[in-house]
T-cell receptor, first 115, second 114 residues
Framework: DQQVKQNSPSLSVQEGRISILNCDYT??????FLWYKKYPAEGPTFLIS?????DKNEDGRFTVFLNKSAKHLSLHIVPSQPGDSAVYFC??????????????FGKGTKLTVNP | DTEVTQTPKHLVMGMTNKKSLKCEQH?????MYWYKQKAKKPPELMFV???????INESVPSRFSPECPNSSLLNLHLHALQPEDSALYLC?????????????FGPGTRLLVL
């Protein structure tokens, strides 16, 4: 049972336009959400995060929106650049009983930004 | 330095072999993680070490044996693996694993079990 879902396996966008990547989650215990970017042959790199007490977090060209009632978050990239082409993973976090943090990932969305 | 290194980059092993994956970080992090990622699947958590103690084992089969000899090193010992264990094994680290922290990932070891 997938707790974090990215229903679009791929997305293609023109350079300069907005990229919107979506993510849904099912477990209401998640209270911290992250986006990671992954290039081929590299490990995931952290992009941006949002706590469940917020509904928006912005960092340069990247903005994450959280809709808790809908259990939905999205990553907006504007303007999109060819170097943004990568696989984007949505991840959700909760603390386990022992106090350690556990990260659950979605399957990823492959973003292609065309020049 | 936000680098997590993993060796080897690629590993091919038979089902009777014993091998080890290594992970190292010098960021002073006290939490380290092993993830397994199969093709077209998300990374799945296997183990978490916090202050060199195993804090999470996600019901991983005993043919995978983690070890944290010190705060900078994390090993994953492999023995009697099955072909379905072929995957990308990712190591990550974070400050101490107890608060909302960024996990820093290594490039992974791509394992093929024949």
């Amino acid at each position: 049972d997938q707790q974090v879902k990215q229903n679009s396996p791929s997305l293609s966008v023109q350079e300069g336009r907005i990229s919107i990547l979506n993510c849904d989650y099912t477990n209401s215990m998640f209270d911290y959400f992250l986006w990671y970017k992954k290039y081929p042959a590299e490990g995931p790199t952290f992009l941006i995060s949002i706590s469940s007490i917020k509904d928006k977090n912005e960092d340069g060209r990247f903005t994450v929106f959280l809709n808790k009632s809908a259990k939905h978050l999205s990553l907006h990239i504007v303007p999109s650049q060819p170097g943004d082409s990568a696989v984007y993973f949505c991840a959700a976090s909760r603390l386990n009983q022992g106090g350690s943090e556990k990260l659950v990932f979605g399957k990823g969305t492959k973003l292609t930004v065309n020049p | 330095d936000t680098e997590v290194t993993q060796t080897p980059k690629h590993l091919v092993m038979g089902m009777t072999n014993k091998k080890s994956l290594k992970c190292e970080q010098h960021m002073g992090h006290r939490a380290m993680y092993w993830y397994k990622q199969k093709a077209k699947k998300p990374p799945e958590l296997m183990f978490v070490y916090s202050y060199e103690k195993l804090s999470i084992n996600e019901s991983v089969p005993s043919r995978f044996s983690p070890e944290c000899p010190n705060s900078s090193l994390l090993n994953l010992h492999l023995h009697a693996l099955q072909p379905e264990d072929s995957a990308l094994y990712l190591c990550a680290s974070s400050q101490d694993g107890t608060d909302r922290e960024t996990q820093y990932f290594g490039p992974g070891t791509r394992l093929l079990v024949l």
